[in-house]
């Protein structure tokens, strides 16, 4: 079993920063497909950034340019750099995990936090 907590949600002003990192219960996430996603009241859950088993980061469009997702040395620790945010950044953020490959939708992956709060006023 796999228990993840996210941290470093809170409220921003447009433009500001935050710091979001998603701690495991496992020693490594070495091998596991790691991801953020996030949904606002009323919305779907969208993929904000995921980082394959094989390294290899990606964000979504929406936030390229302004968030970067990164693991810690011992790989047991997400982190998700959030910057110049803006007030549609507003949503609960979830960190999911999956042994392998990347599922194709939120619904394929096996472990959920319980997220994090973020709210980007204006």
């Known amino acids: 079993q796999v228990q993840l907590v996210e941290s470093g949600g809170g409220s921003v002003q447009s433009g500001g920063s935050l710091r979001l990192s998603c701690a495991a219960s496992?020693?490594?996430?070495?091998?596991?497909?790691m991801a953020w996603f996030r949904q606002a009241p009323g919305e779907e859950r969208e993929g904000v950034a995921t980082i394959e088993n094989n390294g290899r980061a990606s964000l979504a469009n929406s936030v390229q340019g302004r968030f970067t997702v990164s693991q810690n040395n011992t790989k047991n620790t997400l982190i998700l750099q959030m910057n110049s945010l803006k007030p549609e950044d507003t949503a609960m953020y979830f960190c999911?995990?999956?042994?392998?490959?990347?599922?194709?939708?939120?619904?394929?992956?096996?472990?959920w936090g319980q997220g994090t709060q973020v709210t980007v006023s204006s």
């Open positions: 999911a995990a999956h042994p392998g490959r990347c599922p194709r939708s939120a619904s394929g992956y096996l472990y």
């Open positions: 496992r020693y490594s996430y070495s091998g596991y497909c």
